[in-house]
């Protein structure tokens, strides 16, 4: 498989593997073996090393620490994140644009050469160097770029990676007799066989257990693997002299491997440079280039976890002692904390900072340990209770959402500020809102916001939003959605303030589910216009919130705009972890509006991105929309599959969430199409009635359940429907909902009735938004026509609803709508040819879209956070199937 890279590599194409296996089964052993093969390629080589997971971006240093030169190669955004990561300048973006400009970096060294990047113990590395380089493997494409990880069996990052693995297991019984052969120590056959068996032929082990066993003269009793080998060690590092074996703890408690920090902290205990020697010799290290390193990470294990407790803080103050330099004041910190034997006010004060300097690298990970380490040594309960909060809201924006958690749960007991209360609280909150405890969820919020609702309205203000949406997720309840917009107005936030106008804008979004008056609010219109500005002003979070009420309350344009500019802003601020919410509500208006090429595009990077930065109820929301998207074309198999995505299996955490419940009315939406009528009512019914009836998809569907009705022969079934959606049209105001509504009563109507409205819904129709639904209106006018005996007139309706059916690629309707038109006695026309840009996947027409515009392959790269290489990969395939053969060529096609 490792071969198979190599050679993909060689040829442009990048791929990225996880080797797995316990410890001394190999695995450093094969990358050793891939480097040799790498003949041609640039090899990258880096490690994680145990005693730097609390330093952010250590291990990405030591991996990319010789290609520094080429961050200025990288779009501007990539690099000042990158930069900051490296403590060169000051960071912008969040941790995942870290990730992007990691592949960005690696494609540009890949210009020059294939790229090899192997990270040994990559279990070792520290949490934010794991998740850039996790990220950057995944969107691997045609760099040339292999990344080899080799990662211990069972070790948190690595366990769900989504990058493909290999499992090493242990030798066969001839090939372990053979290694002990080589080994040249004779042993009984009983205990060679005993050795074979019980380190399950692990290479390490059958390596080293031999001479202890010998020497000691005893059978291997039934330990596990990694406890032989490391007594094993830990047999040669006794062996050594006193001063050696200080030295080597030296070593093993720094392990950044740089002898003059080593020597300058030995020199603190009394040992010189002569003491390393006996180690040397022994071959339980080396030292090459100034750099001392084990020979295998188990003997530093077994050196340090062999020394006695005052040893090992000894070594560390010692080391602490020696870190005097400006760029070790992190690792400063960290030694001084592991050598502290009690609370510590300067200490404390240390880690703080250290935990400030890595949340200003993105470094969110480490900087929640330094915090909860901080708390440990503080004298001051006050402080600690201050320090272990701000661990928490640390560990949420690194995701570690349940470590945040436990840990606020256990100090609430011990503070009574309102303050910190509800800091502490806001954590719990949102760990409970993704485990899909919704209701704890929404009490906890706004408890929170009360506790501090006179003191910072503001942040009352966001918790109150948090609950909102945590009541929109739960199954219906409309004491939980009522609360917290009746709380906005006890906040005492003016009438004249930006969020005044957001909280108005959230009361219109709900009024229809709650059954509200909305007589006595402000227009709606001119909420929605502060309320933009408001967003605007409030940033990513803002224009989220923005969004969500805008569509909400049906201004679906409205909603398309901000999403857009979300998406915008997010792309030039390199904050990737917000682009899931704009896209995937892009991906939904622009589905509703018409715009179904770009709603595919829209859709399929928010699902991507979503899975990539952990986004599950933003990952269902898109599937839910591209659901929806497939349901107009009537693709079955697509539709089926997001909806699956969409997770509708009862009892799941979000099964509630509105990706879901737009699933659910896409696969009625389906069944509507494809005639399968009863499944259709069926569904939408269960939907009106069910405990997700107060979310937008199930308000928007009644046009469908209506038709369905009718087309069952029973209409009566329609009343009800056709009341409550009259009710949210007078709420609305909007011509696009009053189309429909009159629709819905002319299919309910017979005679003159029922034409007037139909033209009555044609004429509110919007002539270029909606175009399936304004088709639809056609199609049902022209049955209406034909049934009517006009056939003439029901020709002119069909073959327009059948013309709009083609272009939008709906083919179960434009079957429908050929189908009638044949049966007025017309012609009916061939189907249309799909336009040229049918045969592009959706990455292709993502990316023709904006080479169309004029930018460049590096520019689109930076968009998308893919490799320029990779982005002209997808517009040489694109080519052929638009009928061009370069990018001049674009500008002679229909704008895509």
């Keep these: 498989m490792i071969q198979e890279l190599l050679d993909a590599a060689r040829e442009g194409v990048s791929g990225a593997l996880i080797v797995r296996g316990e410890p001394g089964i190999g695995k450093t052993s094969l990358?050793?073996?891939?480097?040799?093969?790498?003949?041609?390629?640039?090899?990258?080589?880096?490690?994680g090393i145990e005693s730097e997971t609390e330093l952010p971006f250590a291990g990405l240093h030591l991996l990319f620490r010789t290609e520094l030169h080429r961050l200025d190669a990288l779009p501007g955004p990539q690099r000042r994140a990158l930069a900051g990561a490296f403590g060169l300048?000051?960071?912008?973006?969040?941790?995942?644009?870290?990730?992007?400009?990691?592949?960005?970096?690696?494609?540009?060294?890949?210009?020059?050469?294939?790229?090899?990047?192997?990270?040994?113990?990559?279990?070792?590395?520290?949490?934010?160097?794991?998740?850039?380089?996790?990220?950057?493997?995944?969107?691997?494409?045609?760099?040339?770029?292999?990344?080899?990880?080799?990662?211990?069996?069972?070790?948190?990052?690595?366990?769900?990676?989504?990058?493909?693995?290999?499992?090493?297991?242990?030798?066969?019984?001839?090939?372990?007799?053979?290694?002990?052969?080589?080994?040249?120590?004779?042993?009984?056959?009983?205990?060679?066989?005993?050795?074979?068996?019980?380190?399950?032929?692990?290479?390490?082990?059958?390596?080293?257990?031999?001479?202890?066993?010998?020497?000691?003269?005893h059978q291997l009793g039934?330990?596990?693997?990694?406890?032989?080998?490391?007594?094993?060690?830990?047999?040669?590092?006794?062996?050594?002299?006193?001063?050696?074996?200080?030295?080597?703890?030296?070593?093993?408690?720094?392990?950044?491997?740089?002898?003059?920090?080593?020597?300058?902290?030995?020199?603190?205990?009394g040992v010189g440079v002569a003491h390393l020697a006996p180690a040397e010799t022994s071959a339980l290290v080396t030292v090459t280039g100034g750099a001392l390193t084990f020979r295998h990470p188990l003997i530093r294990a077994a050196v340090y976890h062999g020394a006695a407790v005052g040893q090992r803080i000894a070594t560390h103050a010692a080391l602490a002692a020696a870190c005097t330099g400006r760029l070790d004041a992190d690792r400063r910190s960290w030694h001084l904390a592991l050598a502290a034997t009690g609370p510590d006010e300067d200490v404390a004060s240390e880690l703080e900072m250290t935990a400030v300097r890595a949340a200003g690298r993105n470094g969110y990970a480490t900087a929640a340990s330094a915090y909860e380490r901080a708390a440990q040594l503080s004298p001051d309960p006050v402080a600690a209770v201050r320090r272990l909060t701000l661990a928490c809201e640390a560990g949420v924006e690194s995701g570690q959402l349940e470590w945040a958690k436990t840990r606020a749960q256990r100090v609430l007991p011990e503070t009574t500020d309102p303050a910190v209360r509800a800091r502490l609280t806001d954590v719990v909150a949102r760990a409970e809102f993704v485990g899909g405890t919704l209701h704890d969820a929404h009490d906890l919020l706004i408890a929170g916001a009360e506790l501090i609702a006179r003191d910072d309205p503001e942040r009352a203000f966001w918790m109150l939003v948090d609950a909102?949406?945590?009541?929109?997720?739960?199954?219906t309840d409309q004491r939980l959605i009522a609360e917290p917009v009746d709380r906005l107005e006890t906040l005492g936030i003016g009438p004249a303030e930006p969020l005044m106008s957001v909280a108005w804008l959230a009361r219109w979004a709900t009024a229809a589910s709650l059954d509200r008056d909305t007589s006595t609010f402000p227009p709606l219109d001119e909420v929605v216009l502060d309320a933009r500005a408001a967003g605007a002003q409030a940033g990513p979070r803002g224009m989220a919130e923005v969004t969500i009420f805008a569509f909400l309350a049906a201004r679906d344009h409205v909603s398309a705009e901000v999403a857009a500019a979300l998406v915008a802003d997010a792309r030039a601020h390199g904050t990737i972890f917000a682009l899931p919410t704009g896209l995937a509500h892009l991906a939904l208006t622009q589905t509703l509006l018409g715009n179904h090429r770009e709603a595919l595009v829209s859709g399929t990077e928010a699902l991507r991105i979503a899975r990539e930065t952990g986004q599950p109820l933003w990952e269902r929301y898109a599937c839910g929309a591209l659901a929806y998207l497939a349901a107009v074309a009537g693709d079955e198999k697509r539709c089926r599959e997001h909806a699956e995505g969409a997770d509708l299996a009862p009892g799941s955490p979000l099964g509630s969430s509105a990706g879901n419940t737009w699933a659910q009315t896409a696969l009625a939406l389906l069944d509507l199409g494809c005639g399968r009528v009863h499944d259709a009512f069926d569904r939408l019914h269960a939907a009106l009635h069910g405990p997700t009836r107060h979310q937008s998809s199930v308000v928007r569907s009644i046009p469908d359940l209506v038709e369905a009705a009718v087309r069952l022969g029973r209409p009566e079934d329609a009343a009800d429907p056709i009341a409550r959606y009259t009710r949210w049209a007078d709420s609305m105001n909007q011509s696009w909902i009053d189309a429909l509504l009159a629709r819905c009563r002319a299919m309910i109507s017979t005679g003159p009735e029922a034409e007037r409205q139909y033209l009555r819904a044609l004429t509110l129709h919007e002539s270029r938004s909606r175009p399936f639904e304004r088709a639809r209106t056609e199609l049902r006018y022209g049955e209406w026509?034909?049934?009517?005996?006009?056939?003439?007139?029901?020709?002119?309706?069909?073959?327009?609803?059948?013309?709009?059916?083609?272009?939008?690629?709906?083919?179960?309707?434009?079957?429908?709508?050929?189908?009638?038109?044949?049966?007025?006695?017309?012609?009916?026309p061939r189907p249309a040819a799909s336009d040229v840009f049918t045969d592009l996947t959706p990455q292709e027409l993502?990316?023709?879209?904006?080479?169309?515009?004029?930018?460049?392959?590096?520019?689109?790269?930076?968009?998308?956070?893919?490799?320029?290489?990779?982005?002209?990969?997808h517009l040489y395939k694109a080519y052929p199937k638009l009928g061009i053969n370069s990018r001049a060529d674009l500008a002679g096609l229909t704008q895509p």
């Design 222 to 269: 039934p330990l596990p693997l990694t406890s032989s080998v490391h007594d094993a060690f830990h047999h040669q590092v006794r062996a050594l002299p006193t001063p050696s074996q200080t030295l080597l703890l030296l070593a093993a408690a720094d392990d950044t491997g740089e002898l003059p920090l080593l020597l300058k902290a030995a020199g603190e205990m």
């Design 785 to 828: 026509l034909r049934r009517s005996r006009r056939t003439m007139d029901a020709r002119a309706h069909l073959t327009a609803a059948l013309h709009v059916f083609e272009d939008l690629g709906s083919a179960p309707w434009a079957a429908r709508a050929r189908a009638e038109l044949g049966a007025t006695g017309a012609a009916t």
């Design 468 to 475: 909102l949406h945590t009541a929109w997720a739960a199954p």
């Design 31 to 47: 990358l050793d073996h891939a480097a040799e093969r790498a003949d041609g390629m640039r090899v990258m080589r880096g490690a």
């Design 846 to 873: 993502q990316i023709i879209q904006l080479a169309a515009q004029g930018l460049s392959n590096r520019d689109i790269a930076a968009q998308l956070f893919l490799s320029p290489r990779t982005v002209a990969y």
């Design 89 to 217: 300048g000051a960071g912008s973006g969040d941790r995942f644009m870290i990730g992007a400009a990691v592949l960005s970096l690696l494609a540009e060294a890949a210009e020059h050469a294939p790229v090899l990047c192997l990270v040994d113990d990559a279990h070792w590395l520290d949490r934010p160097s794991a998740d850039a380089l996790l990220f950057a493997a995944r969107r691997l494409d045609r760099e040339g770029v292999v990344i080899l990880f080799a990662a211990r069996d069972y070790t948190g990052m690595f366990t769900s990676a989504g990058i493909a693995e290999v499992h090493l297991t242990g030798l066969d019984t001839d090939s372990a007799s053979a290694l002990l052969d080589d080994g040249g120590v004779a042993l009984p056959p009983a205990l060679r066989d005993q050795l074979i068996a019980d380190t399950r032929g692990n290479p390490l082990a059958l390596r080293e257990l031999p001479a202890v066993v010998a020497a000691e003269g």
